[in-house]
């Protein structure tokens, strides 16, 4: 009954290197969203889509870029990974506009770049 | 800018006593509001909505929340907490443009003293 998918856990990478968080959602939803969840600062926007090929900053997307090419992934990617990235990344999707019932949230994928 | 508050990082109440968490927000019309909780270790649950009508909305788990259109607000109440309330609870809005962002609050903790 998994609806929104991301694709690791648990990570750990090096700094500099490129990383890719991958997640897909399997009810045809246009909005996506990437959030990294941090104690004490709560879900912070990362970037949104509203649709294919379709992309909007959030409120921290330094760092950070995004590639939604099919309707049902939305790509997170760290083009040089630093340890202020290290980070719990939670990835959501809903119809619009985003009805409290119909927002999916992933399981998110734990960070840890040193 | 948009945005969202949720002004008490920790609160602590004692089991049976009431409950009030702010959430204020910044923007130019009314959005879709919601309120969440998340528990150690588990993904967010939601626990009531607001988007038009009866500014008193109820929820699961004996919740209940007051959206104040002329103070911004949309204050999440309980008469009574148990200690199963113990979480983390955050604010979150759909800003109702054409791409329907979707932001969180920073989230407040609640402590229950026995």
């Known amino acids: 009954d998994v609806k929104v998918t991301q694709s690791s856990r648990y990570l750990v990478k090096r700094t500099g290197e490129k990383v890719f968080l991958e997640c897909v959602q399997d009810m045809d939803h246009e909005n996506m969203f990437w959030y990294r969840q941090d104690p004490g600062l709560g879900l912070r926007l990362i970037y949104f889509s509203y649709d294919v090929k379709m992309k909007e900053k959030g409120d921290i997307p330094e760092g950070y870029s995004v590639s939604r090419e099919k309707k049902e992934r939305f790509s997170l990617i760290l083009e040089s990974a630093s340890t202020n990235q290290t980070s719990m990344y939670l990835c959501a999707s809903s119809f619009p506009p985003p009805d409290g019932n119909t927002i999916y949230f992933g399981e998110g994928s734990w960070l840890t770049v040193v | 800018a948009q945005s969202v508050t949720q002004p008490d990082i920790h609160i602590t109440v004692s089991e049976g006593a009431s409950l009030e968490l702010r959430c204020n927000y910044s923007y130019g019309a009314t959005p879709y509001l919601f309120w969440y909780v998340q528990s150690p270790g588990q993904g967010l649950q939601l626990l009531l909505k607001y988007f038009s009508g009866d500014t008193l909305v109820q929820g699961i788990k004996g919740f209940e929340a007051e959206f104040k259109r002329s103070q911004s607000s949309f204050n999440l109440r309980k008469p009574s907490v148990h200690w199963s309330d113990a979480a983390e609870y955050f604010c979150?809005?759909?800003?109702?443009?054409?791409?329907?962002?979707?932001?969180f609050g920073s989230g407040t903790r609640l402590l229950v003293r026995p």
């Open positions: 979150a809005v759909v800003m109702m443009d054409s791409s329907y962002k979707l932001i």
